[in-house]
């Protein structure tokens, strides 16, 4: 028999402690010990809760539980008491099982050495893309081969947003509260639409992929709250459609002939709709994975809510427990060498760049010679007249630009140029272009 502690019972632990009490003889035959949930530390003692479960079972005592458990599952998130009571767990050898995104990726070094040397596991499947299994094939069924790049589609919430303003045109905040109220959103918000918990994932995935230290302060990142109504209407009149991608790639440093490097980055990106992670809609998440040699892969499942990341959870709950059954040490092993992150010279990428212009003879010309002065190669351009007669003088025009691929830096000086010109009134979008 393993004690298992359960830190929180909201929407994940919840699930978790269900399928626990549900499921035992099942899940003894799968793991080789009866998984006996020993207690479920919460904060507050009377909440109700989304499952009915014995009230015996809950204490506000989280340390008091963790020293009497031979696994530990922190669903409580947030990085303290977490990172303590998942300390404190490992220190006693216990091993622990974590959806934590935004702990692992600020102190995920730190913890995984402590795993080490006290021969724990610290599981974290559940951590980036709720329950889709994509920690588990990078680290063990790619582990032979050479990951290239991942581009994932990896928050719920922002995906679930930029999905209804796409296909019904719903203005964002009555998307985002939909989403709250579904259950996908962090519980402030902020941590969904500024990007920040795609940035945890990315900084997470990079650092499996690449087999180096990868944290959240070294994600360039950015969120969907700039996206506009016209980027997405603009964006479905040309063919593509808008995602918030977390992209993590080897790249070479320099001029693109340097040392190898790494680039993690996330932001509102668009993609052609025939790619196929363009197929992916509502809540669901997806990660596209290429290999030197596997190719092209890609996960697709349910990123967020309550069963679905208690799935996640409880597939690390028994092969941790078969390992402690088997008496095997533990395996944390994440990085293994220190790849330098690439600056903004590193980034190649193409982009979409809205301009509102006064529709003037000579105004194209000169727009397009800034491009050409950073050595920007235009792809294809559109305008769209706005109020105002034709040519009149009077009269502005949207232009939209999709360039070939160029460095984030000749990007940046482009667009700081382009502002400066007098017939520009502002620029309205620039968003990276992928599956180009
Ligand atoms: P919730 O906010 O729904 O639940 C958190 C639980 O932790 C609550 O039961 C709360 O107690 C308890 N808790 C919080 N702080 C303390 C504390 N100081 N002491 C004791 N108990 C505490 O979170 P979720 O279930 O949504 O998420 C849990 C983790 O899983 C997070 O790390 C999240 O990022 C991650 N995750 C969540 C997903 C989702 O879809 N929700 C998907 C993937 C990962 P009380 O109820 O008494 O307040
Ligand atoms: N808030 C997250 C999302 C939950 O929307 O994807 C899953 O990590």
Same mark, same amino acid.
């Given at each position: 028999?393993?004690?298992?502690?359960?830190?929180?019972?909201?929407?994940?632990?919840?699930?978790?402690?269900?399928?626990?009490?549900?499921?035992?003889?099942? /899940?003894?035959?799968?793991?080789?010990?009866?998984? &006996?949930?020993?207690?479920? =530390?919460?904060?507050?003692?009377? =909440?109700?809760?989304?499952?009915? /479960?014995? @009230? &015996?079972?809950?204490?506000?005592?989280?340390?008091?539980?963790? #020293?009497?458990? #031979?696994?530990?599952?922190?669903?409580?998130?947030?990085?303290?008491?977490? @990172?303590?009571?998942?300390?404190? +767990?490992?220190?006693?050898?216990?091993?622990?099982?974590?959806?934590?995104?935004?702990?692992?990726?600020?102190?995920?070094?730190?913890?995984? &050495?402590? +795993?080490? @040397?006290?021969?724990?596991?610290?599981?974290?499947?559940?951590?980036?893309?709720?329950?889709?299994?994509?920690?588990?094939?990078?680290?063990?069924?790619?582990?032979?081969?050479?990951?290239?790049?991942?581009?994932?589609?990896?928050?719920?919430?922002?995906?679930?947003?930029?999905?209804?303003? #796409?296909?019904t045109g719903a203005a964002f905040a009555d998307?985002?509260?939909?989403?709250?109220?579904?259950g996908y959103a962090e519980a402030d918000p902020t941590a969904d639409v500024e990007g920040h918990d795609a940035a945890a994932k990315a900084a997470l995935l990079a650092t499996l992929a690449f087999h180096t230290p990868v944290s959240l302060d070294d994600v360039r990142c950015e969120g969907i709250t700039k996206v506009t109504a016209e980027d997405i209407a603009a964006a479905k009149d040309s063919g593509f459609v808008i995602k918030l991608l977390a992209i993590a790639e080897l790249v070479r440093l320099g001029d693109g002939d340097g040392a190898e490097g790494t680039s993690v980055r996330v932001h509102p990106t668009l993609l052609p709709r025939e790619h196929p992670l363009a197929a992916v809609r509502g809540a669901y998440n997806a990660v596209f994975v290429e290999a030197e040699n596997a190719g092209q892969l890609m996960f697709y499942g349910a990123g967020a809510g309550g069963r679905p990341t208690a799935s996640a959870v409880m597939g690390d709950l028994v092969s941790t427990a078969r390992r402690l059954v088997a008496g095997a040490p533990g395996r944390t092993d994440t990085a293994t060498r220190r790849l330098p992150m690439a600056g903004v010279e590193g980034i190649f990428t193409s982009y979409s760049i809205g301009l509102e212009v006064a529709d003037q003879p000579g105004v194209l010309s000169r727009v397009a010679a800034v491009f050409a002065e950073h050595g920007v190669s235009i792809e294809a351009m559109r305008q769209t007249l706005g109020d105002g007669a034709a040519g009149a003088g009077?009269?502005?025009?949207?232009?939209?630009?999709?360039?070939? @691929? +160029?460095?984030?830096?000749?990007? =940046? *000086?482009?667009?700081? #140029?382009?502002?400066?010109?007098?017939?520009? *009134?502002?620029?309205?979008s620039v968003l990276r272009v992928e599956g180009v």
């Open positions: 028999m393993l004690k298992v502690a359960l830190l929180g019972c909201g929407t994940v632990g919840s699930q978790v402690a269900r399928i626990l009490l549900e499921d035992g003889d099942s /899940l003894a035959a799968r793991s080789g010990a009866r998984l &006996e949930l020993a207690g479920i =530390a919460v904060r507050s003692m009377d =909440a109700k809760r989304d499952v009915d /479960l014995p @009230r &015996e079972l809950f204490t506000d005592e989280a340390e008091a539980l963790v #020293d009497s458990a #031979d696994l530990v599952v922190e669903l409580m998130g947030g990085i303290e008491p977490a @990172r303590s009571l998942i300390l404190r +767990a490992i220190r006693k050898g216990a091993s622990v099982v974590t959806g934590n995104k935004a702990l692992l990726a600020q102190d995920g070094p730190a913890l995984f &050495e402590e +795993a080490d @040397r006290n021969n724990a596991e610290l599981s974290f499947e559940a951590a980036v893309a709720g329950a889709i299994p994509i920690i588990r094939p990078i680290r063990e069924s790619l582990s032979g081969d050479r990951i290239t790049r991942v581009l994932g589609i990896v928050n719920g919430t922002t995906n679930y947003i930029l999905d209804q303003m #796409d296909t998307a985002l509260a939909e989403a709250q109220r579904l009077n009269s502005r025009a949207e232009l939209r630009f999709v360039t070939h @691929r +160029a460095t984030e830096k000749a990007l =940046a *000086e482009t667009v700081a #140029d382009i502002k400066n010109l007098d017939a520009v *009134e502002s620029v309205t």
